[in-house]
């Protein structure tokens, strides 16, 4: 009596192990990533159930050895002692599973519950694919052959283009330059070299040199750059494409520049983005800065379609040279219907201005009810226990930050802002001609930048109408004796 529980255990282990006993799996194939080579491991140890259809594998499914899983979709509510290898196909971890040693993934999939227990998951190149071979059969024995094609070597070269972009300090800013291999491996270092030309600078030639090389340790890899561009510290509220477009249409420039000699060389881990829900990547960089930065002025005769506000001055900047040493992590997360990016970062300066300065970001996207999705921006920059200089000010002010103000509003080495929004899409069947499918919004924005003595911080609230790359809307500030309404019309690019 006492064996009864196990019984279906013990049948349904026996039924799976002795096929697999006569039936191997023979993998063919040069890719040499880590999940092809647990394969390989797998398979030469010999001790692995393989499935090649699709099933679910009982609470009372508890494999001894390894489990391969061929061209199926397998759910796994027991357990596995050893390592898991999937090829082509898609493992499933129900509550309640476990594998105890690592899951390889070529041409295929893993998704595991919250509440399941695994090792280590490691997955091909997404282009690497698995060619299923013809069976050899002979009497009691079926050998499956299967082929890892990887994804085609990369070209040793191959040509970059940077899009055109425009600002009251450059006009028209082209850039262009090429990208070099060190070797046809994909995970080799490679060289890349721009040069752009700048319409209105008296130095029309800009140029950048940068090095990127693995070090084999951990994913790190040594990245050094020699450059003279033109520099900014408010790309985050409005990127090259989005303030190219304000600028040319409306008018309206929403940063400040300066122009800057740069050598630097860093250590970094880069962050990969997250592909499972609960999977998440932290890359830490470290690194010397030598940076020499010249004031630029801005040109009073570029011209706009709509506007004139392309006159506003561009703040001077401390000239000379200043040496910084710059320690951060970047985080990416990803959940089923959360994502979450960050960074962390604090540099200290000597030289030609001694300064300790920190910056943190963090951006939090989720979806609530049916498609509906909110998300959140916080940015803080603060100096510590000494003034930084002005080539590290940010600026807050005008659409797209707090529009009851004029544009950079706020200027200094302390900044703090946070931004929220609510977006309720209309239904599918609602489109506009040439914009698409709009979008309700509900806005909330609060921040100030300064230096020395903190003012009183500005908080908009509002909402209007978002289109794929284009919004427009309404906003107050709640706090102000005159609710007097700001209109906000801008171009804008998702960034999930």
Not at 126 to 151: E, M
Not at 218 to 229: C, D, M, N, T, Y
Request: charged fraction near 20%.
């Amino acid at each position: 009596m006492k064996l009864r529980p196990a019984l279906p255990a013990i049948l349904l282990l026996l039924a799976c192990a002795l096929p697999a006993a006569a039936q191997e799996v023979t993998v063919r194939g040069d890719d040499r990533s880590h999940a092809a080579d647990v394969v390989r491991e797998v398979l030469a140890r010999g001790r692995y159930v393989r499935i090649d259809r699709d099933t679910i594998l009982s609470a009372t499914f508890a494999a001894p050895g390894d489990l391969v899983i061929y061209d199926a979709d397998v759910r796994l509510e027991g357990s596995v002692t050893g390592s898991v290898v999937v090829l082509r196909g898609h493992f499933y971890l129900r509550p309640g599973s476990r594998v105890g040693g690592e899951i390889a993934v070529i041409d295929g999939g893993v998704y595991p519950s919250a509440k399941a227990q695994y090792g280590a998951i490691s997955q091909s190149n997404p282009s690497t694919v698995v060619v299923r071979g013809d069976s050899v059969r002979r009497p009691g024995d079926t050998t499956l052959v299967a082929t890892i094609v990887g994804p085609p070597l990369p070209r040793s070269f191959r040509p970059l283009f940077q899009t055109p972009t425009y600002d009251r300090v450059n006009g028209i800013t082209v850039a262009g330059g090429a990208q070099f291999r060190l070797s046809p491996d994909p995970g080799a270092g490679r060289v890349s070299a721009f040069l752009a030309y700048r319409q209105k600078q008296e130095d029309h030639l800009g140029a950048q040199l940068r090095l990127e090389y693995p070090l084999g340790i951990q994913s790190l890899r040594l990245e050094a750059e020699l450059s003279r561009l033109t520099r900014t510290n408010d790309a985050w509220h409005h990127a090259d494409i989005v303030n190219t477009v304000t600028a040319a249409v409306l008018g309206r420039d929403h940063r400040d520049y300066y122009d800057a000699d740069r050598a630097s060389v860093f250590v970094t881990r880069p962050v990969a983005k997250p592909i499972i829900a609960g999977e998440s990547w932290l890359g830490p960089r470290v690194g010397v800065q030598v940076e020499r930065a010249r004031s630029l002025e801005t040109e009073p005769d570029l011209p706009s379609l709509m506007g004139s506000g392309l006159r506003r001055e561009n703040p001077p900047v401390l000239e000379g040279t200043i040496v910084s040493g710059i320690v951060g992590a970047t985080l990416r997360w990803r959940g089923q219907t959360v994502q979450l990016e960050g960074l962390a970062q604090v540099e200290q300066g000597f030289g030609g201005a001694t300064f300790t300065q920190a910056l943190a970001w963090a951006d939090f996207y989720t979806l609530t009810f049916r498609q509906q999705s909110v998300r959140i921006y916080a940015r803080t920059m603060l100096p510590i226990a000494s003034d930084a200089p002005p080539q590290r000010f940010g600026n807050l002010g005008g659409p797209g930050t707090l529009s009851t103000t004029a544009i950079s509003a706020f200027r200094g080495d302390h900044l703090v802002y946070v931004g929220s929004e609510y977006v309720i899409p209309f239904p599918r069947k609602v489109q506009v001609p040439y914009l698409g499918q709009p979008s309700l919004e509900l806005l909330h924005s609060s921040g100030a930048a300064w230096t020395g003595s903190a003012p009183a911080f500005v908080q908009n609230v509002g909402g209007g109408i978002r289109f794929f790359l284009a919004r427009a809307g309404i906003v107050v500030n709640p706090a102000a004796d005159d609710l007097d309404p700001a209109l906000y019309w801008t171009f804008s690019l998702p960034r999930f």
